[in-house]
């Protein structure tokens, strides 16, 4: 008894693989079951690539309604019903072995799903960037900012204030 849903991710996978685990708040209820580029399954390809959408990953997941304790139809309920309430599916760092695995959770502050140049079918569970992803995007911004700054300028300014204060102080001292 499991149900078949999808979500797919904006964002490098590696340490993801068929048979990483699918979980929720650290239980693990299904396993991924299968890894792909996402425009594999839509047509025309052709327009998915020229889109820039071409690098999203579609991850399938297996998730087993032994592990929810309902039968298959309401889990499936559950989760359509859940998507529209902020449930999201993002990647999850295993420790430091550097495995992932996918984690579904429900987001208080969900993202809009990914725009996607096709109409998602089937059970699909939006992606959200992981919380990893989030902060390599605004560690990336902040070096931005910094190496947009004109820190020469920024130094000289500085020491011509230095100096002024040190030219008060002495002029100034007894």
Known sequence: ??????TILDEN??????????????????????????????????????????????ADLEILTDAAGIGPDELRDYLQNAV?????????????????????????????????????????????????DQMLSNLRSTLRKIESLDLSAMVDRANAVLTRLDNVLRDDAP
């Open 1 to 6: 008894k499991r149900v078949m849903a999808y």
């Open 13 to 58: 996978v590696v340490g993801l693989t068929v048979g990483s685990p699918v979980r929720v708040r650290g239980v693990q209820v299904g396993e991924v079951k299968r890894l792909s580029f996402a425009y594999l399954d839509v047509a025309p390809a052709k327009q998915v690539i020229g889109s820039g959408k071409g690098g999203l990953i579609r």
């Open 84 to 132: 529209t309430l902020g449930l999201r599916a993002r990647l999850a760092m295993a420790g430091i072995t550097g495995g992932q695995y996918i984690e579904i959770e429900m987001s208080k502050d969900a993202p809009p799903p990914i725009d996607l140049p096709w109409k998602p079918e089937g059970l699909y569970i939006p992606g959200e960037s992981s919380t990893l």
